[in-house]
Structure formats: structure tokens, C-alpha cells
């Protein structure tokens, strides 16, 4: 209903890409905790790093469904390359994109959208998770350029991207309004990668705190105004959380087409365990939370590429339902292989660890609902001053 034939052709070429590049590394990655790096340029070959970029600038520009597209079928097989595409794309090169001046999109994005470089986003910090605003990281205003110092943390692509943005206090005073971002190169003086986290899921994705001592940055690396930080940043999340929807999504049909292939052929009582209706109505459960989590998924991408739309209630809900199906659906599957789901024969196990991520990154399911209800009751306001009564 949503994919244009076209969209479906991609998505079976890169099913094909994704099951023969990426699939045979995925628990390798997984278990050295390492990302393989030469699938970054198998990436860049096949067009996956630039795709919400203008062709201008070394991107492919596809529309946001079929890069959500590339996305889920990534993630189909690999969790962890499925988020370095998503960050990379949404929210560590679309913000050049979107809000970069001519020049910082000549000098940045080439690398970044088809020179087989990566890009980060860091907005997270240690006092800074979901009160994105308490932002302590501060650049204070010295010539033409600022003095940089402080901490991130949770940044995807930490230590294996070219360029990062991110958010910085210019002003102790104006709250939210007193955050700018900026843009830097990795070998920027000053900047330096910190701890490899050690996580539950993800684990081939690189997730690094940064740190920034006295790092100069000039003025003309600074991304829009002074006070504009939190606001690009936020729009950025808007689709950053399409993505990681996409993400989910993938993650939870490869745990599905597992287990409704292992259901099939698995005997038990002389008969396939599909037919036990414990095991079959399991399966359809899951099947229609998939369809329901793709028909808000790809609202919410359409939704992005409409021009003058704001789509931050469709994306959260989209990253929030996408999520939450994505970690029952997994633990369901490791149910109907049994014993066999628990162990690394199946990759159903490690899907369940890599589903849990979605439900806490770009803004955790508790942040997605303030998201969504503050919209409700705006709307609902705005709905009792047209009609003045219920
Ligand atoms: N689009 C446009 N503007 C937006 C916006 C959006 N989606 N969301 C907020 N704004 C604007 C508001 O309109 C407001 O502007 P005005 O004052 O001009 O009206 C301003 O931003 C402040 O908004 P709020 O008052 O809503 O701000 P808040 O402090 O209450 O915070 C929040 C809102 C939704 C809780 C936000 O802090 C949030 O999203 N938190 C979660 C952060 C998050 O997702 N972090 C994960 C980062 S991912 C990462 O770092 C790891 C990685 O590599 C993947």
C-alpha cells in the first residue's frame, strides 16, 4: 500500500546485499564487539551513506521510505549495522544537510555521503539524557571561534566517524535558547574518543563517550545561529526516531521469518509445532503487530517528505510501537525455537538484545509518550477553541 514498485525493487536488491555482505559477519561482530570495517565501504558502494542527501553533494537523495527501506532490511539481519546506518544517516549527516550553510556542505558532506567516511551526533552527555536541554558541554566565545569543553556519551560511531555534530551551551543564561551546535573533523585538537561502552545488544555498533578539552572551534564551523542547537537537534530526532522505527522493524521480521520457518519444519507429537494453536495464534500475533508497526513507520517517512508537515507525533509514535513490538516479537521467537532460540545456533538471541536498544535510544518509550501527549493535549486544546464546547 505504501511501496511503489520501484521501492520493493530496492528493497529485494538490498535484502540481497544485506543477507550476502553484512548477515555472514553479524555475530562475528557481535561477539568481538567490533565493527567490521569494511563493510563501511561496501556501504558507500551500494549508495547507503548519502541518501538524504542532494546529489550535489556526493548524495543519492532518496526519498525517506525507501532509505527507511534500506534501513529495515539492514537491520533484518544486523542490529548493529543497521543503527551505524540510521545514525550516520539522520542524525550525523542530514543536519549538514538541512541546516549547513553552502559553504560547510562543500567541505563536510562529500566525505560523508559517498567518500566512505561516517558521521556522529552527540547530544547525550552524562547529566544530559532525556533533558536533552540540561546540555552542559560549553563553548565559550574566544576571537573568531569558541573554546570547547566537556563530555558526551552513548555516541554511536564514537571513535569510527570523520565528522561529528554536536550540541554546546553558548550561554549559561537562556536555557534550551542559549544551545548552539557545531561541526568538527575528527582530528580536531582538543577532541578525543573515551570508553568503549560494553553493551547488552549492538555490540558490533561502536558507542563511545567524547571528550572535548579546549578544543577550538571557529565560528564558521558553528551550524546556524547561536540559541539554534536544541531546536535542529530536535528536528533532527524527528526522523533520527523514523529510523530507528525502521530499525525495529527489521530486527523484528528477521525474528519472525526465523520462527515461522522453524515452526513449519519443527516436528513435535508427529506434527509441525505451526499447528498447535499455542504456537500458531504466537505467530499471528506477531504478524499483525509487524503490520501495524510498518503501516506507521512508513506514515511517518512519507509524512517527513511532505513539505511544511511536522511529523514529530507520527515518529515518535512510530519508534515507540516499532520498539516495543520489536523486543516482544524477538523474545517471542526465542519461545517457539525453545532451547535451540537460547543458544548462538539461531540468531534470534541476539536479535533480542539488539531489539532492546530501540526502545531506549533518540529518546527513550517514556519520552516518546511525553512526546505524543503533549501533542494530544495541544491538539486537543486547539480542537475545544474551534468548536468552544465537547
Ligand atoms: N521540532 C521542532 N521544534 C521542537 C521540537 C521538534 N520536534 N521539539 C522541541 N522543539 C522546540 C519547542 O517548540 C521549543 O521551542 P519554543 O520555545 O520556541 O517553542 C523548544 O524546542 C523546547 O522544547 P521543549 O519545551 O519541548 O523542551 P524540553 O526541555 O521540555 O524537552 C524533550 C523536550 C522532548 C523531553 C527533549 O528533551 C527530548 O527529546 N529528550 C530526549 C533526547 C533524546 O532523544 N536523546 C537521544 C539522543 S541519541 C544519541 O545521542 C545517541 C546516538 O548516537 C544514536
Known amino acids: 500500500m505504501w511501496t511503489s514498485p520501484e521501492q520493493e525493487k530496492f528493497r529485494h536488491r538490498v535484502r540481497e546485499f544485506a543477507e550476502s555482505e553484512i548477515a555472514p559477519f553479524a555475530a562475528w561482530m557481535d561477539r568481538r564487539q567490533e ?19 542532494d546529489k550535489a553533494y556526493g548524495g543519492t537523495f532518496t526519498d525517506t521510505l525507501t532509505y527507511i527501506i534500506a534501513v529495515e532490511e539492514i537491520s533484518r539481519v544486523c542490529g548493529s549495522t543497521g543503527i551505524l546506518v540510521a545514525a550516520h544517516n539522520s542524525l550525523g549527516t542530514y543536519p549538514i544537510y538541512r541546516f549547513g550553510t ?43 571561534g569558541y573554546i570547547v569543553n566537556g ?4 555516541i554511536t560511531n564514537g571513535s569510527i566517524c570523520k565528522t561529528l555534530i554536536f550540541t554546546a551551551r553558548t550561554s549559561k543564561e537562556r536555557g534550551v ?14 577532541f578525543s574518543v573515551g570508553k568503549k561502552e560494553n553493551k547488552l545488544g549492538v555490540r558490533g555498533s561502536d558507542t563511545r563517550f567524547l571528550h572535548f578539552e579546549d578544543m577550538y572551534v571557529p565560528q564558521s564551523d558553528r551550524l ?18 523514523v529510523s530507528i522505527g525502521a530499525m525495529a522493524l527489521g530486527i523484528a521480521q528477521g525474528a519472525y521469518d526465523i520462527a515461522s520457518k522453524y515452526a513449519v519444519k519443527r516436528k513435535q507429537f508427529n506434527k ?20 501495524a508497526a510498518r503501516h506507521l513507520v512508513y506514515h511517518a517517512a512519507v509524512l517527513k517528505d511532505q513539505p511544511g508537515i511536522r511529523f514529530t507525533k507520527e515518529a515518535a509514535m512510530a519508534k515507540l510501537y516499532a520498539s516495543e513490538i520489536a ?14 532460540g537460547y543458544t548462538e545456533k539461531y540468531p534470534v538471541e541476539r536479535m533480542y538484545r539488539d531489539a532492546k536498544i530501540c526502545e531506549i535510544g ?14 494530544l493535549i495541544e491538539e486537543t486544546n486547539e480542537a475545544l477553541k474551534q468548536t468552544g464546547n465537547f
Open 177 to 190: 535558547k542559549g544551545i548552539s551546535s557545531f561541526i568538527i573533523d575528527h582530528n580536531t585538537t582538543g
Open 327 to 340: 523486543s516482544n516479537i524477538t523474545y517471542t521467537a526465542i519461545g517457539i525455537l525453545g532451547a535451540e
Open 102 to 144: 553552502e559553504e560547510q556542505k562543500r567541505k563536510y558532506l562529500p566525505d560523508i555521503t559517498s567518500g566512505g567516511k561516517l558521521a556522529a551526533f552527540g547530544l547525550s552527555e552524562p547529566d544530559a539524557g532525556s533533558d536533552a536541554g540540561g546540555t552542559r558541554t560549553f563553548a565559550a566565545k574566544s576571537g573568531d
Open 272 to 291: 509441525p509445532i505451526s499447528e498447535f494453536q499455542g504456537v500458531a495464534f504466537k505467530l499471528a500475533d506477531m504478524a499483525t503487530q509487524l503490520q
Open 362 to 375: 533518540e529518546g527513550t518509550s517514556e519520552i516518546q509518550r511525553l512526546v505524543i501527549s503533549r501533542i
Open 35 to 53: 565493527f567490521r570495517m569494511e563493510l563501511v565501504g561496501k556501504l558507500n558502494e551500494f549508495g547507503l551513506l548519502g541518501m538524504q542527501v
Open 151 to 154: 563530555t558526551k556519551c552513548w
Open 224 to 241: 546556524g545561529d547561536e540559541g539554534q542547537g536544541f531546536k535542529q537537534f530536535m528536528i533532527t530526532l524527528d526522523g533520527g526516531r
